[in-house]
């Protein structure tokens, strides 16, 4: 069991969550969202929805005019050590893997958070194998992150959060600038985590291939949450909110099936 996380919490609860930005630009205006332990969700929406927004309050690195969020029953809150546990639980990969990795070693990288943790030792080399197997990367421990080609360096951008044991992986764009090959198989290891996931994207069919649940933002305001193939097969719905599939869909024959 996660340290410190209540078993029947959901990993994430984020209540009535409005946010101006300090030029007075109201980006959220009161957002509600329950993530149960173990569910995948993919938050869509058009530019400006407000995503990364939301995103940036979940662990901490902005703080809400009003309302709440927790994960695992815990408030975020601004004392450090609230703080730094919410910044363990919620493990964030950004878009960019470069804006994560900057040591010499791919395993270096790894450790890097583990290590801020207090961990030494068998304790932290046993996180950074486990972390890197997860993402099929044991191979290139010794290896230069800038050596590495792009999907392979987001792969260890997603082993350097894993290592921290999240209760929640946030994954901005996780499928952007992959060749179908790597997005396919970035895909399958995503599949595996067991971890909650929320997810945002624009890459709808990767939705549909990882999420059963999905919630679109759009003007700051959740305007739709539901099953995945009931929002992807909702074309007015899709329409009204920027959002396009890039061919007719069937919620009965999955895009671009997932191959394991
Ligand atoms: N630092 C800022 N100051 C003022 N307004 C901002 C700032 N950052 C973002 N905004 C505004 O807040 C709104 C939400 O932006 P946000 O980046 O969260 O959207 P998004 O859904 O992540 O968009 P995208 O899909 O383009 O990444 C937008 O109207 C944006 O212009």
Redesign the pocket.
Known sequence: MIRGVQPTAPSLDVRGVRYA???G?L?LHGVDLTVARGERVALL?????????LVLHLNGILTATEGSIAVGGLTVGPDRSTLAEIRRRVGIVFQDPDDQLFLPTVAEDVAFGPANLGLRGAELAARVDEALAAVGMSEHRDRAPHHLSFGQRRRVAVATVLAMRPEILVLDEPSSNLDPAARRELAVILRGLPVTLLMVT?DLPYAFELCDRSVI?DGGRIVADGPTPEILGDEPLLARHRLELPYPFSPTLPPAPVRE
């Open positions: 930005y300090p030029d630009h980006a929406g058009p530019n400006g929805a407000g995503k990364t927004t624009h933002l």
